[in-house]
T-cell receptor, first 116, second 113 residues
């Protein structure tokens, strides 16, 4: 099955600096890679996603890059702000033996702290 | 439009007791998932379903059972609770297809003593 590894587990950056979180996946058939943000005590919510036919996607201060050959993808947050402090999860939609590509496997999360 | 709703939000169980967690979604999604979240472990998939009447095992299925008798509901059962099942449980649902957003419920904090 799919295995998603995420690094680092914790990250502290000065307000205004950039933050980068990296993930690797194992199943070459995976073709959808979302990123979720979870604020303290809240549910995870989608912030950006990328499909395998695209190398990079941007949405204001956040961007995701994908390298299918190396099987890794990264989240980039520029001009960080205090409200960016949260836990971030990467995920990969991979093939299940039973049904196909409906399985959604998450990384272990990165706790991002923005230092004012 | 409530999205994904989990019941209950909190529960304390004694070892050996049983309980059922209910997940309900009103978005007509085909796919539903149960995850557990533990510190440093991320979101680990317990069981999932791709449609009414279907279920499949995830990464950590032992000690849990599920049922999807109705498309909008996905039930997670613990037959004999153990302290190792103390966790926060999240349900999620997605529309059909490989590249669709997963929507999460608000979570259930379960403590087994």
């Amino acid at each position: 099955g799919e295995n998603v590894e995420q690094h680092p587990s914790t990250l502290s950056v000065q307000e205004g600096d950039s933050a980068v979180i990296k993930c690797t996946y194992s199943d070459s058939a995976s073709n959808y890679f979302p990123w979720y943000k979870q604020e303290l005590g809240k549910r995870p919510q989608l912030i950006i996603d990328i499909r395998s036919n695209v190398g990079e996607k941007k949405d204001q201060r956040i961007a995701v890059t994908l390298n299918k050959t190396a099987k890794h993808f990264s989240l980039h947050i520029t001009e960080t702000q205090p409200e960016d402090s949260a836990v971030y999860f990467c995920a990969a939609s991979g093939r299940s033996q039973a049904f196909g590509n409906e399985k959604l496997t998450f990384g272990t999360g990165t706790r991002l702290t923005i230092i004012p | 439009n409530a999205g994904v709703t989990q019941t209950p939000k909190f529960r304390v169980l004694k070892t050996g007791q049983s309980m059922t967690l209910l997940c309900a979604q009103d978005m007509n999604h085909e796919y539903m998932y149960w995850y557990r979240q533990d510190p440093g472990m991320g979101l680990r998939l317990i069981h999932y379903s791709v449609g009414e009447g279907t279920t499949a095992k995830g990464e950590v299925p032992d000690g849990y059972n599920v049922s999807r008798l109705k498309k909008q509901n996905f039930l997670l059962g613990l037959e004999s609770a153990a302290p190792s099942q103390t966790s926060v449980y999240f349900c999620a649902s997605r529309d059909r297809g490989m590249n669709t957003e997963a929507f999460f419920g608000q979570g259930t904090r379960l403590t087994v003593v």
